[in-house]
């Protein structure tokens, strides 16, 4: 259980920092970021999912999958915020 939390905060600190690059942003800091990153990971395998999409497993692919996703919910919020 223990394992599982600190690889889930790893991919989600590092998919949410990649994600605030690629977005072009300078992040949220540290804390918003795994957030982000670790809902980006649900939202990016829901994503893959609909799409029919399967990566496969690893870190690697997860951190693909959450970065896609994190981007996704970046997008959003700076849409809603213009609304």
Do not use: C, E, H, Q
């Not at 870190?59 to 915020?81: C, H």
Request: net charge positive; glycine share 18%; proline share 2%.
């Amino acid at each position: 259980m223990l394992t599982s939390l600190i690889y889930l905060i790893i991919v989600g600190l590092i998919a949410g920092w990649a994600a605030g690059k690629i977005m072009r942003g300078g992040g949220y800091g540290p804390a918003v970021d795994i957030v982000l990153g670790i809902v980006g990971a649900v939202v990016g395998g829901w994503i893959f999912n609909a799409l029919g999409i399967y990566p496969a497993g690893g870190i690697i692919a997860s951190i693909v999958v959450a970065i896609i996703g994190a981007m996704f919910l970046i997008w959003l919020t700076r849409l809603l915020k213009k609304a």
